[in-house]
């Protein structure tokens, strides 16, 4: 594929790939960009310094369409050692994220959050085991009451206190 007809521009869906130049506007002179007799050179310029001002910008210009075209290649080779090398999309994704997700893990906001949250993992397990205690005890305290004497004391009083409803 001949260089030249290639859409070197970065922005274009087409970017690398063949395309017809004969119709690019690229080809067409901006409106004054180029000496016009009838256009006098801009003040404090002389004819001379606007046409080396030109020939640079010509130059500067060529050199951007270079450097794309090199660009362009430079891409398209890298595609191409990429999918010798097994490498697509979804796998350079997951490496990122395995690479990102281990940077996470040695930040020093990851670790101090991990202690934190180990810290607070400790504090309520021994907060829990301090409630289990005694809601065992408390449990083992109405066992070891008789059930019945307890139920029927309760009842004889509950019903001698409180008259009957009707």
């Given at each position: 594929?001949d260089?030249?007809?290639?859409?070197?521009?970065?922005?274009?869906?087409?970017?690398?790939?063949?395309?017809?130049?004969?119709?690019?506007?690229?080809?067409?002179?901006?409106?004054?960009?180029?000496?016009?007799?009838?256009?006098?050179?801009?003040?404090?310029?002389?004819?001379?310094?606007?046409?080396?001002?030109?020939?640079?910008?010509?130059?500067?210009?060529?050199?951007?369409?270079?450097?794309?075209?090199?660009?362009?290649?430079?891409?398209?080779?890298?595609?191409?050692?990429?999918r010798?090398?097994?490498?697509?999309?979804?796998?350079?994704?997951r490496?990122n994220?395995?690479?990102?997700?281990?940077?996470?893990?040695?930040?020093?906001a990851?670790?101090?959050?991990?202690?934190?949250?180990?810290?607070?993992?400790?504090?309520?397990?021994a907060?829990?085991?301090?409630?289990?205690?005694?809601?065992?005890?408390?449990?083992?305290?109405?066992?070891?009451?008789?059930?019945s004497?307890?139920?029927?004391?309760?009842?004889?009083?509950?019903?001698?206190?409180?008259?009957?409803?009707?």
């Amino acid at each position: 594929m001949d260089p030249a007809s290639q859409d070197i521009n970065l922005n274009s869906p087409n970017k690398g790939l063949g395309v017809d130049r004969t119709d690019s506007l690229s080809d067409v002179p901006v409106e004054g960009a180029m000496g016009n007799p009838a256009n006098p050179p801009p003040p404090g310029l002389t004819e001379e310094e606007v046409e080396e001002l030109r020939t640079e910008l010509t130059k500067v210009e060529e050199e951007i369409n270079t450097l794309r075209q090199v660009l362009c290649a430079k891409e398209r080779h890298a595609a191409e050692l990429k999918r010798k090398l097994g490498l697509n999309p979804l796998n350079e994704l997951r490496q990122n994220l395995t690479r990102s997700w281990q940077d996470v893990q040695t930040s020093n906001a990851y670790k101090k959050t991990q202690e934190t949250l180990s810290q607070a993992g400790q504090k309520t397990t021994a907060a829990l085991s301090t409630v289990s205690t005694a809601i065992s005890k408390k449990i083992g305290d109405m066992r070891a009451l008789p059930f019945s004497n307890s139920f029927s004391n309760y009842s004889i009083r509950h019903s001698i206190s409180m008259p009957a409803m009707r």
